[in-house]
């Protein structure tokens, strides 16, 4: 227990089986207050409840849509005044886990498909980011890990197709130039980049492609949640405090640079 003084927000962890909800129980689990943003508000104030109840932590759910700059707007001001009201301690992490893949070749792309892509995965993690970021300067401390994929890294060859690759990789950008803006106000960010994991992300995979694949990575199988929550909570601490714009592989040697 390390940080009960700090609230972590975290969004898109309701899904079933998904990394998002792993990442809030590890980081309840460690001791920091949580809060989870999700699509469904119910659910997210339901998810958690239950996992702060079970670590005893501080928590509160709350609903967000990350491409809506207004729905982003209203979720973190309804967290600034659970803080203000002292039921949660000042927020120092944001992990942004919402996304969506794509699984579908480029020429058959629509550009809506294209632009829903972009906005759910990219532009949500720069408005989400933008309407948190202010706290953390006046605090002194910030610990922002956003999600990437190995996918960004080398074109596709996961599941994600051309605008998840696309999209991921504007995350790595996005993470690395906030990093150096961020450099001399105690919030440092960085970016995760997981391969093939262990979720519900690959939707109409079969098995015989889900075995296909974990054989084609070197440890010869594919990641769990868990293992990517530890990457994700560690950059969250005080001992990370030096590791800023930086990417942390977490694919089982599927990409190694």
């Known amino acids: 227990m390390f940080n009960t003084q700090r609230t972590a927000v975290i969004t898109g962890a309701t899904s079933d089986r998904g990394i998002g909800e792993t990442v809030a129980r590890r980081y309840a689990r460690e001791g920091w ?5 999700d699509l469904d508000g119910e659910k997210s104030a339901k998810v958690a409840a239950a996992i702060g109840g079970e670590f005893d932590v501080p928590s ?5 849509d990350v491409t ?10 309804a967290v600034a005044a659970e803080v203000r009201d002292g039921n949660l301690p000042t927020v120092g992490a944001l992990a ?7 699984p579908v070749p480029f020429l058959e792309t629509t550009l809506e498909l294209w632009n829903k892509v972009m906005a759910v995965n990219a532009t949500g993690t720069y ?3 933008k309407a948190f970021l202010p706290g953390m300067i006046d ?19 996961v599941f994600g197709k051309v605008p998840y690759s696309s999209a991921k ?3 790595l950008g996005f993470t690395k130039a906030l990093a150096r803006e961020l450099g001399p106000t105690g919030v440092t960010v960085n970016a995760v980049t997981p391969g093939a994991v262990d979720t519900n992300i690959r939707v109409g995979a079969t098995a015989e492609s889900e075995a296909a694949l974990a054989a ?9 949640t868990e293992e990517v929550a530890a990457v994700i909570t560690f950059l969250s601490t005080d001992d990370a405090a030096y590791l800023t714009g930086a990417t942390f592989d977490i694919n089982g040697g599927s990409h190694i640079h």
């Open 169 to 171: 990789a504007a995350i």
């Open 127 to 129: 408005l989400v980011t």
């Open 68 to 77: 809506s700059e207004e729905s982003v707007t209203a979720a973190e001001a």
């Open 60 to 64: 509160f759910g709350y609903e967000i």
């Open 33 to 37: 207050a949580i809060v989870i943003l």
């Open 96 to 102: 942004n886990i919402a996304g969506i893949t794509s």
């Open 139 to 157: 605090a002194g401390f910030g610990r922002i890990v956003n999600m990437s994929s190995v996918s960004a890294q080398r074109g596709g060859g």
């Open 216 to 224: 084609s990575i070197p440890v010869g199988r594919t990641a769990t």
